[in-house]
């Protein structure tokens, strides 16, 4: 246990009332120096405390009722008071044990002269084993090597959630006899039988709060149980479906009340591209287009089987104007940092595409218009940085006191021209 934990079971123990069963739990979840997380463990060996309840039939007026710490707890010099002493008495025990070791190898020396053993030998080796079997007897120290014991973690008493007291199970009864018997009589056997279930149960009942909780599971670096239940509800349970792009999940965990509709619109839209961009956004539809009709489709005069109909499915022209399928992002106004950062090919610009993908899907078609603020305009200049041609450069100076929203690109078809071979 370090200096911080024993100075946070300090404050505990010093206070109880003023500390609640979940709060507690999780400043040991979040920053204690278990491997597991609490409620995980197989054993409870690997969890950093003991829970059990206080049989009473009083009015609870907190949630923890005492803390007791191990016996031997000290932090800093006090630590280091107590390591001295063990070690003295150590020191002590062994100088007495090999004492009475010689003393033993003499009376043992001097019986076997007077005997007048034959054999050397045979001798040493009884006198050998007479000295072990002495060390025991005279000073009962075990001097074979022994591991240390591990320290007992301290333990916390618990009003309420258990066996005990007028909301459990048990008969009222049963709840007096424990209190009794440990108060009367120093008879803690049930109340430690209890307390088998209760320090099992009470750390399962925390883990179930705490997984339900989004700020509580990321209190801890690792897998969030509560991701999982975003991650289901927007089509990414699986985990081939998670960490598929430069987007992190939890941007799209934060927008789950807008992916998990079953229509998309565009405040919906609006509302993911502001909260991933921080700029304004307006979203214009219904913007017209030109589709391209096929060669077979079009009219031509003098071919049979062609849609030559008047009114009937004859085309004029080679395509045809549509205003269903796109729709126009708007961002602005914008300073002249964020412009450049939303320019074609930045990464900002990749986010953004791969944002409206994931809320409209592939089947619509939309393009993006930069919103330069007025007071942002700057005519082109010789030597001057970030001003790339096409695309954040003008000639001369604005004489207009309105956005400069002339650059519109659309992602999704920068995007295709990249990908497309080259046919050499």
Request: proline content about 5%; hydrophobic content about 45%; some cysteine.
């Given at each position: 246990m370090n200096a911080r934990i024993a100075a946070f079971w300090q404050r505990v123990a010093d206070a109880p009332h003023a500390h609640g069963l979940y709060a507690l739990l999780r400043w040991l979840d979040a920053r204690g120096d278990s491997p597991v997380r609490l409620g995980h463990a197989s054993h409870p060996d690997d969890e950093p405390?003991?829970?059990?309840?206080?049989?009473?039939?009083a009015f609870a007026p907190s949630t923890v009722a005492s803390v007791t710490l191990p016996d031997g707890a000290a932090v800093g010099a006090e630590a280091g008071t107590v390591g001295e002493t063990e070690a003295a008495t150590a020191a002590d025990d062994g100088a007495l044990a090999e004492a009475s070791t010689e003393a033993e190898a003499e009376a043992e020396a001097e019986a076997e002269a007077e005997a007048g053993n034959?054999?050397?030998?045979?001798?040493e080796t009884k006198a050998q084993g007479k000295i072990a079997a002495g060390i025991g007897l005279v000073t009962g120290v075990d001097t074979r090597p022994q591991p240390k014991p591990k320290s007992r973690p301290p333990r916390v008493s618990i009003h309420g959630f258990g066996l005990f007291g007028p909301n459990g199970p048990l008969p009222l009864h049963l709840t007096e006899y424990a209190?009794?018997?440990a108060r009367h009589h120093d008879d803690g056997t049930l109340t430690a039988f209890a307390d088998l279930f209760?320090?099992?149960?009470?750390?399962?009942?925390?883990?179930?709060?705490?997984?339900?909780?989004?700020?509580v599971s990321l209190d801890r670096a690792g897998h969030a149980r509560f991701d999982d239940y975003l991650a289901c509800l927007i089509h990414l349970g699986q985990p081939s479906l998670r960490r598929r792009d430069s987007r992190a999940d939890h941007a799209r965990f934060f927008m789950a009340g807008h992916f998990v509709r079953q229509t998309r619109n565009p405040e919906g839209l609006r509302a993911v591209l502001h909260a991933a961009l921080g700029v304004p956004v307006e979203?214009?539809?219904?913007?017209?287009?030109?589709?391209?009709?096929?060669?077979?489709?079009?009219?031509?005069?003098?071919?049979?089987?062609?849609?030559?109909?008047?009114?009937?499915?004859?085309?004029?022209?080679?395509?045809?104007r549509e205003a269903q399928g796109k729709f126009e992002i708007r961002l602005g106004p914008l300073t002249r940092d964020e412009h450049?950062?939303?320019?074609?090919?930045?990464?900002?610009?990749?986010?953004?595409?791969?944002?409206?993908?994931?809320?409209?899907?592939?089947?619509?078609?939309?393009?993006?218009?930069?919103?330069?603020?007025?007071s942002e305009m700057r005519g082109a200049a010789l030597g001057a940085a970030n001003q790339p041609l096409g695309l954040a450069s003008?000639?001369?100076?604005?004489?207009?006191?309105?956005?400069?929203?002339?650059?519109?690109y659309s992602p999704e078809r920068r995007a295709s021209r990249r990908a497309r071979p080259l046919n050499l």
């Open positions: 405390l003991r829970i059990g309840q206080l049989p009473s039939l034959k054999s050397e030998a045979r001798g209190r009794d018997r209760h320090h099992r149960l009470t750390l399962l009942f925390y883990r179930a709060w705490a997984d339900a909780q989004p700020a979203i214009v539809e219904w913007v017209p287009r030109w589709l391209m009709v096929d060669a077979n489709s079009r009219t031509a005069l003098g071919r049979h089987g062609a849609p030559n109909g008047l009114g009937c499915g004859a085309i004029v022209g080679m395509a045809v450049a950062s939303l320019l074609p090919g930045t990464p900002l610009a990749r986010q953004l595409a791969q944002r409206v993908r994931d809320y409209g899907g592939i089947e619509w078609d939309w393009d993006v218009r930069l919103m330069l603020a007025a003008w000639l001369g100076s604005r004489t207009c006191r309105d956005v400069a929203g002339d650059l519109a």
